[in-house]
């Protein structure tokens, strides 16, 4: 089995546009305790819930510590 750091992404035009570098930005994300979603929630309605898209959404937002909800709409009366 290869190591994961052979398969390091690599985009030179992209770190040179946005001044920045992958390795270094892999590093502090890896030395930080805090996940980049913690204490945020995501509201997903019924109709994302029942596509095949879904459990990837679901994945990554709870691995980077967010929660995720169903949203269900209550209606609403209006008084005349």
Do not use: C, M
Not at 45 to 70: C, E, M, P
Request: aromatic share 8%; charged share 30%.
């Amino acid at each position: 089995v290869s190591a994961p750091e052979s398969y390091a992404l690599k985009d030179p035009e992209g770190e040179a546009k946005h001044k920045i570098k992958l390795s270094e930005s892999l590093r502090r994300a890896q030395l930080s305790s805090r996940k980049l979603l913690e204490g945020h929630s995501f509201y997903v309605t019924k109709k994302l819930q029942q596509s095949d898209k879904f459990t990837t959404y679901k994945n990554v937002i709870q691995s980077a510590g967010g929660k995720v909800s169903i949203y269900i709409a209550r209606p609403v009366f209006l008084s005349e």
